[in-house]
């Protein structure tokens, strides 16, 4: 590799050889005018005579050598270590299939995940996606509020959870008339209560359920994952992807991850109740047939160090604001171990910083390559490749397969160099089918045949990709996105909050973190420890990750005068910015 001045960024192209990793980027004009994505679907052979099953694709429909190989690698918090063959999941996912039959549940329910990061959330995932249910994945660290949006607004019929998450679920149960199966993982054997009428014991069902299970015919087109994401207003709405998705989760993870299914263990840092941690912690590398590993414990530099170390990782996909962490821990601790085994880095998430690109070559030997996508589009979109030249704090240029455009505000495309509306044609098999019954949403995000991102960015001479901002009220903290409306309606049930406005303010750590400003109601006032309450509040109520580091109490909020607080009003105050149009402002 050698450097050349980047004027983007200011700093230096990073040349990668051309023909290095599956593309041959000397041939990327070409490749990209004669893609077609069905082409993939015949050079990956994935097994497609019974349609098309992520868990007949992902886990059953291996050649016999790659049954045998380790599917799975859990490294637990407590450092012990678990391996599970593609054969051994194949077995575990047809009992668990029975387990759901056994149930009633049919081609189309819903069946929610929510456990910690254990292997029964592979195995109830794919056996319930093995069945034909529509299968969503609950991260652990939310709250009985988050759930319950979740739950409700997709009819969830079965939740998968654990005996220490279920205490979350039981306050909302009754909200949930739709839910009629509750299976408790008890791999800790811990003590339960004796289990109510519509618990179900994993342990006991799966012990009973036969081993053999033949997947029914399943339809590309057919709905296979609901991941919940959040928005400007509203509640999340349930992203929904087909089957069909997992063939560009399988190209993508060969052409950009550069798995090499044979030899690699791959590391994908992301939560599988996130789409980073179904579509590339699941489906894309299995669909390959290569080892994924999973660390159940949180982030800890030296932890994760010890990681990379003592399993040999050669592929990683982490995001931007574990990468700053890295970095802050400091060189000489990265210093202390072996990262020989490391290939090939990749990011996602959130705009990776230039230093962080850089910082990869210097302590890893290799740059982070950065992947921009979305809960939406399934499956990475802009990215950087092994073989490009990466300019370091671009997102890269379109996977081929993958028509991308700069709009403005008519959804006209834009020349280079200028800024606007980062938008996708969508073509990509993993591209989401709908919002969750919320059509009309759904058709709200497409114009002139575009799907419009809700990302702004531009795109330089060279058709590399530049991300600016989010487009919307949407907070990007560490890698998740939360909603202000959300945050803002949990706040609300506080009972000495009147008003509650949500902003996203820039962090140097995790990008933005969450800021609340706060109206009380009469007899309250501010005082530390209110404060510190409603942070608890909406931390225990909400999700652990989307709750308001800051608050700020004001006197009233500012207000439109059809009576909607004005975020983009504090936002600009607590940024010192111009506070541009203010004539809706209420007196
Ligand atoms: C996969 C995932 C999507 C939003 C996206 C954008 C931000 C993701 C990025 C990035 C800058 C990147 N984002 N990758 N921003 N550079 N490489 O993260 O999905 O949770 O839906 O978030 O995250 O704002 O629109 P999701």
């Known amino acids: 590799m050698s450097s050349t001045a980047n004027t983007a960024s200011h700093y230096p192209t990073i040349h990668k050889d051309p023909t290095a990793g599956p593309f041959n980027m000397k041939d990327y004009d070409a490749l990209y005018k004669a893609f077609k994505w069905e082409q993939f679907a015949d050079e990956l052979n994935l097994p497609r005579e019974n349609g098309i099953n992520k868990a007949t694709i ?117 909200d949930l008339p739709a839910l009629k199966h509750v299976i408790i993982v008890d791999r800790k054997h811990s003590q339960l209560h004796p289990p109510q ?55 993508t993870s060969k052409y950009i991850l550069d798995l090499q299914p044979e030899t690699d263990i791959y590391w994908c840092t992301a939560d599988p109740g996130w789409v980073t941690g179904t579509s590339y912690g699941m489906f894309g590398p299995w669909a390959l047939g290569a080892t994924i590993l999973v660390y159940e414990g949180g982030f800890k530099a030296e932890d994760w160090y010890k990681i990379i170390q003592e399993h040999h990782v050669t592929v990683w996909y982490t995001a931007p604001t574990a990468i700053r962490m890295l970095m802050k821990a400091g060189e000489d601790v990265a210093a202390r171990f072996d990262f020989s085994s490391l290939r090939h880095l990749c990011s996602v998430g959130e705009p990776l910083n230039p230093e962080a690109v850089v910082w990869g070559q210097k302590v890893f030997g290799h740059v982070f390559h950065d ?99 989010r487009a919307d009220d949407v907070i990007n903290t560490a890698g998740h996105l939360v909603g202000p409306f959300e945050v803002e309606s949990a706040l609300i049930e506080h009972p000495a909050v009147a008003e509650a ?3 996203g303010k820039p962090d140097p750590e995790r990008l933005e973190i969450v800021k609340a ?45 059809s009576g909607k607080i004005m975020r983009r009003l504090l936002k600009a105050r607590e940024l010192g910015l111009p506070e541009g149009d203010t004539s809706t402002l209420e007196d």
């Open 371 to 469: 992947t921009w996508w979305q809960t939406e589009t399934g499956a990475m979109h802009i990215c950087n490749y092994p073989c490009l030249d990466v300019k370091p704090g671009s997102m890269g240029k379109p996977f081929p397969g993958v028509e991308a455009g700069i709009l403005d505000e008519e959804w006209k495309p834009l020349p280079a160099g200028e800024e606007g509306h980062l938008a996708i044609r969508p073509q990509a098999p993993s591209i989401f089918r709908t919002y969750w019954h919320k059509e009309e949403l759904y058709n709200s995000r497409f114009k002139n045949g575009w799907y419009i991102t809700g990302d702004r960015a531009k795109m330089d001479e060279d058709g590399y990709y530049w991300f600016i901002g």
């Open 501 to 503: 406005g949500v902003i």
């Open 197 to 251: 009428a519509h618990e179900v014991l994993y342990s006991e069902a799966m012990a009973k359920a036969s081993e053999q299970f033949t997947a029914p015919y399943t339809d590309p087109d057919d709905y296979s994952i609901i991941h919940y994401t959040s928005g400007t207003t509203g509640k999340p709405k349930g992203a929904v992807h087909r089957h069909a998705a997992v063939i560009a989760q399988a190209a």
């Open 517 to 561: 400003f706060i109206s009380l109601k009469a007899g309250y006032e501010p005082s530390e420890e209110l404060e510190k309450d409603i942070k608890n509040f909406v931390r225990t109520r909400l999700a652990a990750h989307a709750y308001p580091r800051e608050i700020e109490f004001l006197a009233g909020l500012p207000k439109t005068r």
């Open 58 to 174: 992902c886990i059953d429909g291996h050649p016999p050598e790659v049954m045998e190989r380790k599917a799975l690698i859990w490294h637990s918090a407590e450092d012990k270590q678990e391996f599970y063959t593609f054969a051994d999941l194949k077995r575990e996912t047809n009992k668990f299939a029975n387990v759901l039959k056994s149930l009633g549940v049919q081609k189309g329910d819903r069946v929610f995940v929510y456990l910690e990061r254990i292997p029964e959330i592979f195995i109830t995932l794919f056996g319930a996606l093995k069945l034909g249910a529509v299968v969503g994945p609950l991260f652990s660290a939310f709250g009985p509020e988050a759930i319950k949006d979740r739950l409700e607004d997709s009819g969830a019929m079965v939740v998968v959870t654990s005996p220490e998450l279920k205490d979350r679920l039981d306050a909302i149960r009754a």
